[in-house]
């Protein structure tokens, strides 16, 4: 062996000894990131020193910090702590806000999975139940239309824009689902159908909590339908229920949406909702 090679690693054993690829080394060298100690004439075969160990070990590490190969040589040219530390600052407060988002995700997964278990638990179309439900928070938008008097094209674009109020806040979309509706007692109760309040279920770590309300737990009374266009005449039963059983209602009417199941049907929204009103028992 040429005495020039002595001590040398080639590019292979540089390659595998750092857990990295042979194209990866030529690439740092071809950037002047990392440039063998020697190259020989005759073959080009790369040969590193084993020094230059501790100088690949932090281009690793730099890039497992989420920095850029280019942004990696930069700093490691100018030779700045200064530099090292804001740009590490800068990566961290980056880290943060996906670290934000990924527990975004990982809520709405769980809200989604959630809803699909209820949903196959769910009684079918048309069944009246007594239910506990527990605590809910709600963050609501009031907007210029009675949903009541139009259609499932409305009620479209009314959904629209809770998503564009919701984007304007920059709050996460993963947060735009299960919405709902609220009508007032006096309402529900002389069945006169009128609503213009809009809303989506929340949770603890929603963004905007100065702008959530509480809606208590309690026995509620529900009727569950998958029809948009039966809402009124479901409620109507829900009431007529309510009357029989001698149930003193106690709250606003809620319908909620408990799962979309448009994922089905790519031409419309298709939804299976849940209608419910707070009752007290007379015992």
């Given amino acids: 062996m040429d005495e020039k090679r002595t001590g040398y690693i080639s590019i292979g054993e ?28 005759k073959t080009h075969y790369r040969y590193y020193d084993i020094k230059q160990n501790a100088r690949l070990d932090m281009i690793q590490y730099m890039k497992e910090l989420g920095m850029e190969l280019k942004e990696i040589k930069s700093i490691l040219d100018r030779k700045d702590l200064d530099l090292i530390e804001d740009v590490l600052m800068q990566k961290r407060e ?26 196959k638990k769910s009684p079918a179309s048309g069944t009246i139940t007594l ?19 139009y259609n499932i094209d409305t009620y479209e674009l009314i959904l629209k824009q809770l998503k564009n109020k919701l984007m304007e806040c920059d ?10 509706t609220l009508m007032s007692r006096r309402r529900f109760e002389e ?49 007529e229920y309510c009357k029989k059983n001698h149930y003193e209602i106690c709250g606003d009417y809620i319908c909620e949406e408990i799962m979309e199941m448009h994922i089905f049907n790519e031409r419309k929204r298709a939804m299976y909702l849940r209608l419910q009103i ?6």
């Fill in 171 to 180: 709050i996460p979309q993963v947060y735009y689902c299960n919405a709902g």
């Fill in 14 to 41: 540089m390659a595998k000894m750092n857990r990295t690829t042979v194209p990866t080394l030529r690439l740092y060298d071809s950037m002047k990131l990392l440039t063998p100690c020697y190259v020989d004439e």
């Fill in 94 to 119: 980056q880290t943060l806000q996906e670290m934000e988002e990924l527990k975004f995700k990982m809520e709405a997964i769980d809200r989604t999975v959630a809803s699909i278990k209820r949903y």
């Fill in 131 to 149: 239910e506990y439900i527990p605590d809910r928070t709600i963050y609501s938008m009031t907007v210029d239309k009675n949903f009541y008097d």
């Fill in 191 to 239: 069945q006169i159908f009128y609503s213009n309040e809009i809303f989506i279920f929340v949770d603890d770590n929603f963004p905007l909590q100065d702008r959530v309300q509480k809606i208590e737990n309690g026995m509620y009374a529900c009727i569950y339908t998958e029809d948009f266009d039966e809402e009124q005449e479901c409620a109507a039963r829900l009431l």
């Fill in 278 to 283: 707070p009752v007290k028992m007379n015992k």
